[in-house]
């Protein structure tokens, strides 16, 4: 079975700057891909980046980018230029390839505060 | 925008009444997927329909009833449900169920007193 940590429950970063929120975990696929969702207050479950693991190269999506280690099975998530309306939770998810359904496993969450 | 639309956004039940959380998605995908959100947790999966057939029932209770009546659309019925049942609803779906990215709609909140 596969499991996501997030390790950071809350943290919060001024508008303008950079903040890097952490996701490990843990599995013996080799293929299988790896996101980070944002939920803002609305509770709406939107997708801010995806990353395929057999590509090394590190996903970017405008003011957010990954750092992927696969060896170390790190996947964090940076956010450049931070705006107000980042604040939400941010979950990690990792999904595997099956034929009956993708599956996708979440982390815990973390709590991002984009203060002004 | 989403375009995985869930109706109604609100939902307030007793426990004997039968209601229906609807769902809808204009992406032409295959797959469309059912989970519930509890209050400060991550969703968790209850159920996977591919090409209308369900493909996925992670042990949810039968007091919650799927229902894929075509590719666009996936409906969740429910009857005697318990408070402890109370959570955001929320729909998916994506290409096919072995592609990759899987895409929410804004949830239906749910309330059963």
């Known amino acids: 079975a596969q499991t996501v940590t997030q390790s950071q429950p809350e943290m919060s970063v001024q508008e303008a700057e950079t903040v890097t929120l952490s996701c490990t975990y843990d599995?013996?696929?080799?293929?299988?891909?790896l996101f980070w969702y944002k939920q803002p207050p609305s509770r709406q479950m939107i997708l801010v980046i995806r990353?395929?693991?057999?590509?090394?190269q590190n996903a970017t999506e405008n003011r957010f980018s990954v750092n992927f280690q696969k060896a170390a099975k790190s996947f964090s998530l940076k956010i450049s230029d931070s705006q107000l309306g980042d604040t939400a939770m941010y979950f990690c998810?990792?999904?595997?390839?099956?034929?009956?359904?993708?599956?996708?496993?979440f982390g815990e969450g973390t709590q991002l505060t984009v203060n002004p | 925008d989403t375009e995985v639309t869930q109706t109604p956004k609100h939902l307030v039940m007793g426990m004997t009444n039968k209601k229906s959380l609807k769902c809808e998605q204009h992406?032409?995908?295959?797959?469309m997927y059912w989970y519930k959100q509890k209050a400060k947790k991550p969703p968790e999966l209850m159920f996977v329909?591919?090409?209308?057939?369900?493909?996925i029932n992670e042990s949810v209770p039968s007091r919650f009833s799927p229902e894929c009546p075509n590719s666009s659309l996936l409906n969740l019925h429910l009857h005697a449900l318990q408070p402890e049942d109370s959570a955001l609803y929320l729909c998916?779906?994506?290409?096919?169920?072995?592609?990759?990215?899987?895409?929410f709609g804004e949830g239906s909140w749910l309330t059963v007193v």
């Open positions: 998916a779906s994506s290409q096919e169920v072995t592609r990759n990215t899987i895409y």
């Open positions: 599995t013996s696929e080799n293929n299988y891909y």
């Open positions: 990353q395929e693991a057999y590509k090394q």
């Open positions: 998810a990792f999904m595997k390839r099956e034929t009956s359904g993708s599956r996708l496993t």
């Open positions: 992406m032409g995908h295959r797959a």
């Open positions: 329909y591919s090409y209308e057939k369900l493909s």
